[in-house]
């Protein structure tokens, strides 16, 4: 499995549709995430990939599309 597919997969698991959206789609706009839900997202993400996000880093701006959490991840490498 790819990045992008875990990213997919943990906002599959987040949101309970089942969905792939394009990577620069806006996964707030598109009504995937809210702030609510974010905080669960970033989570997930945190298990999927090992990685620690710090709340500072709790932004919608960072993780708005499948191509900025891509880059947010790989910034934490």
Known sequence: MDER???VKVL??????EL?????ESLFSSGLLDSFALAD?????EDEFGVKIPDSDLSARKFDS?????QYL????
């Open 20 to 24: 792939n959206p394009a990577d620069d």
């Open 66 to 70: 499948i191509a900025k959490v891509q």
């Open 41 to 45: 997202f970033v989570s997930g993400l």
């Open 74 to 77: 790989a910034a934490k490498k």
């Open 12 to 17: 599959v698991a987040i949101s309970g549709k």
């Open 5 to 7: 597919e875990k990213i």
